[in-house]
C-alpha cells in the first residue's frame, strides 16, 4: 500500500499516521519530523531547514526532494509506505510521480483531510509536542496525563517554535498558494479521497481505515 496524507496544518495527519503505518506495516515518512531532526541534531540539512521552518516557509524543494529520495529507496519503503507531509508543491508531485515510475510502482490513495480554520487554528495553538520521543499531544482535546509531561517517557512537552500564532497564519496562506493545487492535481488520477478530519481521533481513524479499506 502506497499512501499520501494531503492536507493543512494541524488537521491532524500526523496523529493518524502511525497507526495507519502500523496496521498496514507500511513505512511512514514524516518530512516535517524528519527536518525537525535535522534541526535538533544540527546537520547541514536542518541548517538548510531551520529558517524556512521557523518562518513558516516551505524548505525549498531540492532539500526535501533529495530527502525522499533517500527514504523511498530504503528497504524499509519496499513493502510500502505513507507519505504524511510530502508532495507540498508541483514540483515535488511530479518528482515523487517520476520517482515511481522508475521503481514501476504507483499510488494507491491520496487521503485529503478536510477541517474547518477554526478548528484548524484550536488544534495548532494547542498542541504539545514530546522533544524525545515525538509522542503529541493537545492541551484541551488530548491533554497528557501529567501537565506539560509526556505520558510515554516523561520528557517536558514542548510547544513547537512553529505553533506562534503568527507562524500558523503564515503556514495556512503557504499552504493555500503551494500546496492546495494538489487536492485538483491528484483529483485527476482518480485515487483522491476527501476525509472529515472533525471529531475524535477514534472517529477519523474510524473513517480513515473505511476508507483504505477498499485499495
Ligand atoms: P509538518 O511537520 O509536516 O507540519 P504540517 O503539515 O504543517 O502539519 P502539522 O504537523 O502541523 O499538523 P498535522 O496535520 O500532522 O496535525 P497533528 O496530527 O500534529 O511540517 C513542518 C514544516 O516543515 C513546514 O512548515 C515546512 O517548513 C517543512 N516541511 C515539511 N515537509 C515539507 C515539504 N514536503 N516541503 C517543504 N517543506 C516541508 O495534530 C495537530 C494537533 O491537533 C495536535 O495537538 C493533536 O493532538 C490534535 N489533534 C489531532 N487529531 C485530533 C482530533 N481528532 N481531535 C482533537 N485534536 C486532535
Do not use: W
Request: charged share 25%; aromatic share 6%; proline share 5%.
Amino acid at each position: 500500500m502506497r499512501i499520501i496524507f494531503l492536507g493543512p496544518p494541524g488537521v491532524g495527519k500526523g496523529t493518524q499516521a502511525d497507526v495507519i503505518a502500523t496496521r498496514f506495516a507500511i513505512a511512514k515518512i514524516s518530512t516535517g519530523d524528519l527536518l525537525r531532526d535535522g534541526v535538533a541534531n544540527g546537520t547541514s540539512l536542518g541548517l538548510k531547514a531551520k529558517q524556512y521552518m521557523d518562518s513558516g516557509g516551505l524548505v525549498p524543494d531540492e532539500v526535501v526532494i533529495g530527502l525522499i529520495e533517500e527514504k523511498l529507496t530504503a528497504p524499509e519503503s519496499q513493502s510500502g509506505f505513507l507519505l504524511d507531509g510530502f508532495p507540498r508543491t508541483v514540483a515535488q508531485a511530479n518528482t515523487l510521480s517520476e520517482i515511481l515510475k522508475t521503481k514501476n510502482q504507483s499510488l494507491d490513495k491520496v487521503v485529503y483531510f478536510v477541517l474547518p480554520k477554526e478548528e484548524i487554528v484550536r488544534r495548532l495553538s494547542g498542541r504539545r509536542s514530546c522533544p524525545k520521543c515525538r509522542a503529541v499531544f493537545h492541551i484541551e482535546s488530548i491533554p497528557p496525563k501529567k501537565a506539560d509531561v509526556c505520558d510515554f517517557c516523561c520528557t517536558a512537552l514542548v510547544q513547537r517554535s512553529d505553533d506562534q500564532p503568527e507562524t500558523i497564519q503564515a503556514r495556512l496562506s503557504v499552504y493555500e498558494e503551494q500546496t492546495a493545487p494538489l487536492i485538483e492535481y491528484y483529483r485527476g488520477t482518480n485515487i483522491l479521497c476527501e476525509l472529515d478530519g472533525s471529531g475524535t481521533v477514534t472517529d477519523v481513524q474510524e473513517r480513515l481505515l473505511a476508507a483504505l479499506s477498499g485499495s
